[in-house]
């Protein structure tokens, strides 16, 4: 059974460009969601999408939106890119349920110069 | 404001020993306690759940235990393994928050042969 699936693995881009990383989830899991990881704020809840729905926001601004589409995949965009926004991008999904615990791809590594 | 904490930002055990992983949490609306391991270069991985309507929950070698009234969960490893070197991270959810979860800052364990 395949995994959670994010591309790509590494991305360098410059201050006010934008960026949109992707996320396959588990075949038949409709819950995706999206997490900051910097080392200073640890892991921060970005938003969740159920069946192409935005269910939750985390407390991110405007420049952080995403979709998800038909098929479940998700993707997440950044605009106007700051130094700040540099982190590990993780993508979860789930069948239902948070007890079940989130499946986690391996990140997507975003470097901001 | 940090709703979750992990104080120890990290912990060294000896292998065939006990480790206890340490989490507070200051919101009372949380109703579900999760803990995840972390590898570098990886996203976490889902160990055990526990429900709020429980004070213990056990899978292998893993334990969680929930203390309701101080706000407090623990995961107990027994015996420890080199291979249990990681970080952990505590997270917490409610059930009106969908699958949005709310983590601690991670503790990296070291257990040394």
């Known amino acids: 059974k395949a995994g959670v699936t994010q591309t790509p693995r590494y991305l360098i881009k410059t201050r006010g460009q934008q960026v949109t990383l992707s996320c396959s989830p588990i075949s038949g899991h409709r819950s995706v969601s999206w997490y900051q990881q910097t080392p200073g704020q640890g892991l921060q809840f970005l938003f969740e999408?159920?069946?192409?729905?935005?269910?939750n926001k985390g407390n991110f601004p405007g420049r952080f939106s995403g979709r998800q589409f038909s098929n479940s995949r998700s993707e997440m965009n950044v605009s106007t890119l700051e130094l700040g926004d540099s982190a590990l991008y993780l993508c979860?999904?789930?069948?239902?349920?948070?007890?079940?615990?989130?499946?986690f791809g391996s990140g997507t590594r975003l470097t901001v110069v | 404001d940090q709703q979750v904490k992990q104080n120890s930002p990290s912990l060294s055990v000896q292998e065939g020993r006990i480790s206890i992983l340490n989490c507070d949490y200051t919101n009372s609306m949380f109703d579900y306690f999760l803990w995840y391991k972390k590898y570098p270069a990886e996203g976490p991985t889902f160990l055990i759940s526990i429900s709020s309507i429980k004070d213990k929950n056990e899978d292998g070698r893993f334990t969680v235990f929930l203390n309701k009234s101080a706000k407090h969960l623990s995961l107990h490893i027994v015996p420890s393994q080199p291979g249990d070197s990681a970080v952990y991270f505590c997270?917490?959810?409610?059930?009106?928050?969908?699958?949005?979860?709310?983590f601690g800052g991670g503790t990296r364990l070291m257990v040394k042969p």
């Open positions: 979860a999904s789930s069948p239902t349920g948070v007890l079940y615990g989130y499946t």
């Open positions: 997270a917490a959810s409610s059930n009106n928050a969908g699958n949005m979860l709310t």
């Open positions: 999408y159920f069946s192409e729905t935005q269910r």
